[in-house]
Each structure stands twice: as structure tokens, then as C-alpha cells.
């Protein structure tokens, strides 16, 4: 899904929307809460003026419902985390459908570690672990997750049997999640894996039985 796509997304369901630097917080437009808007041809045109920009949403109104973002910090001294808890004590818990406490702040951290250096060097480094991996395993696709299709139930779960032995943890995915004479194993590449760790996983993959 393309980011113009993703606004329209939000649009239709009444969601006003603004674009926003890249990476960042900071309002393309001026006026920002008057002119944040779900209008379509408003949100192609800012896409169109600047099509890597980031999608902004305005809090309030938002069609019949009301839309509010509580963000809770965790940093610089402050313990937000344990303020919701206080305040949740006094006046009653959030509904179940809010996030905890805790996943609000990991989620908050990973954005911080993302707009950070440390992020920037992860995303190369993710690249790197992902070409080492296709070059020694090539792919359908590139990206983090791959897959290798073993199309019969049997042989998916007996690889991933095989490849734990190792190891090494992979997803044996099968039907109803795919169709019929599709399983696969599912990979999931990180920046936290060493080229230790890749050239491993690419070695067990050859001495699968189907290999």
C-alpha cells in the first residue's frame, strides 16, 4: 500500500489527515488542525506535492466517533506508565480494546530507536543481513520475511523439526493460514542476527531433505 493509499485509508473511514515530514512530527502544511481533512482530492494533491510524506492525524471528530491518542513517555526522569496506573486506580481502568500500559511504552521507545542514529544503523544493518542471506539463499523476494515452500503438510513440519535440531527457529506455516499445497516454512530476518547466524540458517536450509 502506497502512503497516498494508506491516508485514503484513513479518509474513508473519517479520519482527517495531514502530511507530515518524513521521519518526524513536523506538519507539512500551516493551519494544520483547521486543515487537516478526509477530502480525497485534498489528500491526492499534498500526496502528489509530496509523495514520501509521512501521514499526520488530527485528533477529535471523526465521523460519528471521537478520536483521542493518549501517548505515554517513559523517559527523562518521567514515568508515565506508572501515572496511567495511578490514574486508572482512581478512576477506573481503560477499555480493553486501549493497549496496556506497557505495550504503549515499548511502542513509543521503538519509534524513538527508529527517528534515532541507532535506528539508522539497524535499517543497514537489516539490509546487509538480508542480502547476505539471498546471496547464499536466493529468494522469491527481497525483504526481511522469506519463505520456502514445501507445498505438503509432512514435509513442512519435518523441516521445521529439522532446522530446530540445529538451533535454529523457523514458522512452519500450513493450511487454512495458506492454501492447500502451499505450506512453507516462514523466515524472519533481523538486524539482531550476526552473519554467523545467517550463514548457519543458510547452510541448514541446503541440507533439508527436499534440498
Same mark, same amino acid.
Given at each position: 500500500m502506497s502512503l497516498v493509499d494508506a491516508a485514503l485509508a484513513y479518509a474513508r473511514r473519517g479520519i482527517r489527515v495531514i502530511p507530515i515530514t518524513?521521519?518526524?512530527?513536523?506538519? $507539512?502544511? +500551516? %493551519?494544520?488542525? &483547521?486543515? /487537516? &481533512? *478526509? +477530502?480525497?482530492a485534498t489528500i491526492r494533491a499534498w500526496w502528489k506535492q509530496w509523495p514520501t510524506a509521512g501521514i499526520g492525524i488530527a485528533t477529535g471528530k471523526a465521523g460519528r466517533r471521537q478520536f483521542f491518542v493518549l +501517548? @505515554?513517555? +517513559?523517559?527523562?526522569?518521567?514515568?508515565g506508565s506508572d501515572t496511567l496506573a495511578e490514574l486508572e486506580t482512581q478512576h477506573g481502568k481503560l477499555p480493553d480494546t486501549a493497549p496496556a500500559p506497557a /505495550?504503549?511504552? /515499548? /511502542? &513509543?521507545? %521503538? $519509534?524513538? @530507536?527508529l527517528r534515532s542514529t541507532e535506528g539508522e544503523s539497524l535499517r543497514l544493518r537489516l539490509q546487509e543481513n @538480508? *542480502? $547476505?542471506? $539471498?546471496?547464499l539463499h536466493p529468494?522469491?523476494?527481497?525483504?526481511p520475511i522469506q519463505i520456502r515452500l514445501l507445498h505438503s503438510n509432512q &514435509?513442512? @513440519?519435518a523441516a521445521r523439526d529439522f532446522l530446530r535440531a540445529e538451533g535454529i527457529e523457523v514458522a512452519a506455516i500450513r493450511p487454512p493460514t495458506v492454501p492447500e499445497g502451499t505450506a512453507r516454512l516462514r523466515i524472519s530476518l533481523s538486524s539482531r542476527h550476526s552473519e554467523?547466524?545467517?550463514r548457519k540458517l543458510a547452510g541448514a536450509l541446503s541440507r533439508l531433505p527436499d534440498a
Open positions: 518524513p521521519r518526524s512530527k513536523v506538519p $507539512l502544511i +500551516d %493551519a494544520w488542525p &483547521t486543515q /487537516a &481533512t *478526509s +477530502d480525497e +501517548d @505515554i513517555d +517513559d523517559k527523562n526522569g518521567k514515568n /505495550a504503549m511504552a /515499548a /511502542a &513509543t521507545g %521503538a $519509534l524513538h @530507536i @538480508i *542480502s $547476505l542471506y $539471498l546471496s529468494g522469491p523476494q527481497p525483504g &514435509t513442512v @513440519i554467523e547466524k545467517i
